[in-house]
């Protein structure tokens, strides 16, 4: 089922020229349950194509939709509090929670009812592969790794259809990396998420289900991979 | 709710910041505070004093209009004119006195009546007639007459009684202001030999088939001169027969060419009604040659130290609240500069722009708080004695000035007659119809002041938290973390 589709989507920054364009007439739909690699140079516009599609930036030209709803006309605050689950490279926790309360302000913030969020947030974490222990440690007596995985389990709070992740693995060791990439593809043939990877990753491209070359030269996008 | 909770743990582990920005409110509450507590203070004794020291009007001669006349080249011509004008003045009676008393601007009033009188059965206590109660109109008072006879239209009229320069010693005196009641000083009862409820007689020195009995009451001692060299074998008010307006207005009506000279005096509302007031005298006929004459100056003069701390209070407070303000929305700016990661993670997990600026105020907010209930409580402890060395510093000068004024006449002014003797620095107690001045201010923390600082407080943390709202509105989550990456 398409969860997320992308219909002639460009992009440019405010101050660029006028056909100046980072990404343009990007045309495609992301379905539930797979797992998707978007790959391509630096400069590419990845991690642009990533701020839309997680209504953290607004197209300059074509449309998203998200469960056929237009992103540009619902409350992108609400739609990343609640639809969508993002996991950065530097995995950006807040350092003076820990991790246990790093999940609960996530939950807080999107208003999702649990009975008991601590016990829920500590769960997360153990599906992640993490512990009560490491829950109540302050975010940097953690490892990447560890960060990472917090972040993931933050992500999942509230449930969200579509998880992005911008080079979740570029700070971690293969271990780690293939460990991550586990998690990714659970979530989406085991728990029927939308999993969008933005990597460099040979590793991470070969083991997701679709893989999507952004092309620097044409600004557009291209299957390259799919299972 | 949750955001309240993460700002409270947000405060806890960021101690470091939030001291540094809790001790800066701290200064400037505890000096708010003791600024506040002065000003109240100031105020509330300056508006007791004024209601204490009511403003007092009478009508005194107009010296001014009457010399405008005098042409300096003609001095003998000058005088004449002067002597015409002044026997030209038309005296004020008691009607007078009831007509410019209704009026908007007068709380109450009273007067004093004099008449000069002899007596058939007690001898004066000088040979020669002394009267002690020399007024601007009493130069054409009756010169054979032994006695002054001195009528009071009301208890509230006895100031020399009310302000203790006479005090009774026997009997007491009457509460009945009708009757042909006396009291006499001392010095005359002990020469002819007399006491409470004895009766003399008083003789109309134009006609002595005029004569009035009056039985004494009280008698009286008069302490009114005891410091100033003298050498006078009696008091001045020895001769000074004191009764009521009524038995008095009785021997006047009886024979009108006697000198009845009366001294009218008027308790004002406020300060604003004096020159209204004089604006209606002259409306209501009072002669050009007379004028309202109140003690404003001295009310005011005695306020002054007060108004000297209160300004001074008020500019201190206004410095304090510019500078402070100036220092918490700088180091605001930078706490949030430092933050801006912060904001850039809690925009991405979506929270909404308003609710990240409502985490920041509330920060700042719990930081105030505790810092206003800290610094009141160490402003309200600290706020009495600085006031108090405020002001004794301010009484000090007020010393020295009065020292060089003494120096500049030549000898000790505050001794002169018409100089308040009970000015008295150590002692803060009214009395009433006396003024004093202020040496004390008992400095409090009360609801308004507490109100007044958290108004105060409410207004720097937003103010303060303008910082944090702008850089909010401002940045964008993504270039925030872009900046981190």
Known sequence: MDILKLENVGYRYKDANLNDYVLSDINYSFSLGKCYAIKGKSGSGKSTLLSLISGLERPSKGKIYYNNKDLGKIDLDKFRNTNIGIIFQSFNLLPHLNAIENIILSMDISGIKVKNKKEYAIKLLKDVGLTKDHGERRILRLSGGEQQRVAIARSLSYNPDIIIADEPTGNLDEETENEIIEIFKDLAHNQNKCVIIVTHSNNVAHKVDVVLELEKENKSIKKSKRI | MYIFKNALISIWR????????????????????????????????????EEKNEI???????????????????????????????????????????????????????????????????????????????????????????????????????????????????????????SNNCIINKEL?????????????????????????????????????????????????????????????????????????ITPTFILKNKAAISKFEKELQDKGLSEYLTLTTNLNQVESSIESISNVKTFAITFLVITLIIGSIVLFVI???????????IGVLRTIG???????????????????????????????????????????????????????????????????????????????????????IDKINAVVDIKVILELLIIGIVLTLISSLAAVITIQRFSPLTILKERG
């Open chain 2, 56 to 178: 007092i009007g009478s009508i005194t001669m107009n010296r001014e209009s009457l010399m405008q006349n005098f042409d300096p080249n003609d001095r003998e011509q000058g005088k004449e004119n002067l002597k015409e004008q002044f026997s030209n003045i038309e005296e004020i009676t008691v009607d007078n006195i009831k007509n410019y008393a209704d009026s908007n601007y007068v709380k109450s009033y009273y007067y004093i009546e004099s008449l000069g009188l002899n007596s058939s059965n007690i001898e004066k206590a000088t040979s020669e007639s002394i009267n002690d109660r020399k007024g601007p109109m009493m130069e054409n008072q009756e010169s054979q007459a032994a006695f002054t006879l001195t009528g009071y239209s009301s208890i509230e009229s006895m100031k020399e009684f009310i302000e203790g320069s006479y005090k009774i010693t026997e009997g007491e005196i009457s509460t009945d202001f009708t």
């Open chain 2, 332 to 342: 605001n700016m930078i706490n949030i500069r430092e933050r801006k990661y912060e």
């Open chain 2, 14 to 49: 960021n101690k470091g910041r939030n001291i540094l920005i809790g001790v800066i409110i701290l200064v400037i509450t505890i000096a708010s505070t003791v600024s506040l507590s002065i000003l109240n203070a100031s105020n509330k004794l300056i508006s007791s004093y």
């Open chain 2, 351 to 437: 929270m909404k722009k308003s609710l990240v600026a409502t985490k920041f105020v509330i920060e700042l907010l719990i930081v105030s708080l505790a810092s206003l209930i800290l610094g009141t409580i160490s402003g309200s402890l600290i706020s009495v004695p600085t006031a108090n060395k405020l002001l004794e510093n301010e009484i000090n000068s007020s010393k020295q000035n009065i020292d060089e004024i003494n120096k500049n006449f030549g000898g000790n002014m505050m001794d002169k007659p018409d100089i308040p003797k009970d000015f008295n620095i150590e002692d803060n107690n009214f009395k009433k119809g006396t003024i004093q001045k």
């Open chain 2, 189 to 261: 009862a002990t020469l002819n030999d007399l006491s409470v409820g004895d009766k003399i007689v008083l003789v109309n020195p134009n006609n002595t088939l005029l004569t009035y009995e009056f039985t004494i009451t009280g008698i009286f001692e008069d302490n009114s001169d005891v410091n100033a060299p003298s050498m006078d074998m009696f008091s001045n008010s020895v001769n000074n027969i004191i009764t009521n307006t009524t038995a008095l207005e009785k021997i006047y009506n009886d024979d009108t060419t006697l000198r009845n000279q």
